[in-house]
């Protein structure tokens, strides 16, 4: 019985862990709430300073990406700091570029790609949410 205990604590332990990471498999977002954009890719950001958008790309960050990219934004040095992301039409696009293809170099996947999983408007809503936390340089 004590052992059987022990071992429960433990899969209880590391699900947190993980949970406090993000989900190891992309979700999809919720974007209710946000004006729908129609199926033709965007090539700026629809809801910059929109709080929903801000509000829901936080979450869908902490889901999809934290586990990478950091918690809050604030890379670990696995993958870049998003916070220093160009905040204009340039970051707009590769942005979209990344987050809709991933990043695979020599066969290796560093990245996951997020089309078909992640909306439209949960991706432009990710993108809300790291322009508001953005650092100018
Ligand atoms: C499995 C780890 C992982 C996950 C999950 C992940 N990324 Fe990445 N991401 C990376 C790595 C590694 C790179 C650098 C790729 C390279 O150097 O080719 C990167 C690069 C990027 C870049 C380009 C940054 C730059 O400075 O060039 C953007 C933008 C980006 N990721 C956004 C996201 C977003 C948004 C999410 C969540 C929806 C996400 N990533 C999820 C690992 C990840």
Redesign the pocket.
């Known amino acids: 019985m004590k052992k059987l205990h022990t071992l429960g604590l433990m899969a209880l332990l590391s699900t947190t862990l993980v949970f406090s990471h993000g989900n190891v498999t992309p979700q999809p977002v919720d974007t209710k709430g946000l004006a729908p954009l129609g199926t033709a890719w965007l090539e700026t950001n629809p809801y910059v300073g929109n709080e929903t958008a801000i509000e829901i790309g936080k979450h869908?960050?902490a889901e999809?990406?934290a586990?990478?990219?950091g918690l809050e934004v604030v890379s670990g040095g696995?993958?870049?700091d998003?916070r220093?992301?160009d905040p204009g039409v340039e970051g707009d696009q590769?942005?979209m570029e990344?987050?809709r293809g991933g990043?695979v170099?020599n066969g290796n996947v560093?990245?996951?790609k997020?089309e078909g999983i992640?909306s439209q408007e949960g991706m432009w809503a990710?993108r809300s949410y790291l322009f508001s936390v953005k650092i100018d340089h």
């Open positions: 869908a960050y999809n990406c586990r990478c990219h696995v993958a870049p998003l220093y992301l590769w942005f990344r987050i990043a170099r560093y990245m996951p997020f992640i990710i």
